[in-house]
């Protein structure tokens, strides 16, 4: 099952009186589980792709169904409740709350996206600090722990709602490569695990080797859908 259908996606910002293509007739579909990079040079495209799909930026033309759902057809409340019901978001400089312990950034999505009994709140933020190797570090603050651990709480943070499909945005950017690689590893556990999708924006070798499907563009232009010579 294709979890994304996207043909001829496009994206145009007014910039004054003159037009700026940023995605230019975009056309690939993402397949269910699995690890899928758009990569390209800075302005290509892939950032403004990987927010469309994750309902932040609406289409100028085309179609884009995620998750068998029409959502360039979605208001701006209706793709909100989407995304909240049904994806995730990783991004490169963490976004945990300060204020929140690593549980409470952990358990904030499952209180204010889908306001589950606090039985089971609990009970879904020990289940993923242990699977991301943080059950000992759930009472520390964002500032009380090291980059990779920050990003370990990110990815549970994501999959708390059981999201179908995570959207990462450069996740290893501000990580030193030993630990880019353990927080890639764990993303495909999870995804071995729990049946995730992951899709990633990124300049990263290590991720554009791990992932299964590059989706290549320059200048707005999809160029290159191939799978990595490298995957095991």
Not at 112 to 118: C, D, K, L, S, T
């Amino acid at each position: 099952m294709d979890v994304v259908v996207a043909r001829s996606l496009s994206k145009t910002y007014q910039a004054g009186a003159l037009a700026v293509p940023a995605v230019r007739e975009a056309t690939f579909s993402i397949e269910r589980g699995s690890l899928v990079a758009f990569v390209g040079p800075s302005g290509s495209g892939k950032s403004t792709l990987l927010n469309m799909v994750g309902c932040l930026d609406h289409p100028s033309g085309g179609t884009l169904q995620v998750l068998e759902t029409d959502v360039a057809g979605l208001d701006r409340r209706k793709a909100a409740d989407f995304r909240g019901a049904n994806l995730g978001f990783i991004f490169q400089d963490f976004n945990l709350i300060p204020v929140l312990s690593a549980a409470e950034n952990i358990e904030y999505p499952l209180l204010m996206v889908q306001n589950r009994p606090a039985e089971e709140r609990r009970s879904r933020v020990m289940e993923l600090l242990a699977a991301v190797g943080m059950a000992d570090q759930a009472d520390k603050r964002p500032d009380q722990l090291s980059g990779g651990q920050k990003q370990r709480v990110a990815v549970a943070r994501a999959l708390a709602t059981r999201a179908k499909l995570v959207l990462a945005d450069e996740p290893t950017a501000n990580l030193d490569h030993d630990t880019a690689y353990r927080i890639l590893e764990l993303m495909k556990k999870m995804r071995d695990d729990l049946g995730t999708t992951f899709v990633f924006s990124t300049h990263d070798p290590k991720i554009v080797q791990t992932a299964e499907v590059v989706l290549t563009l320059e200048d707005g232009r999809l160029v290159g859908n191939s799978a990595a010579k490298n995957h095991g």
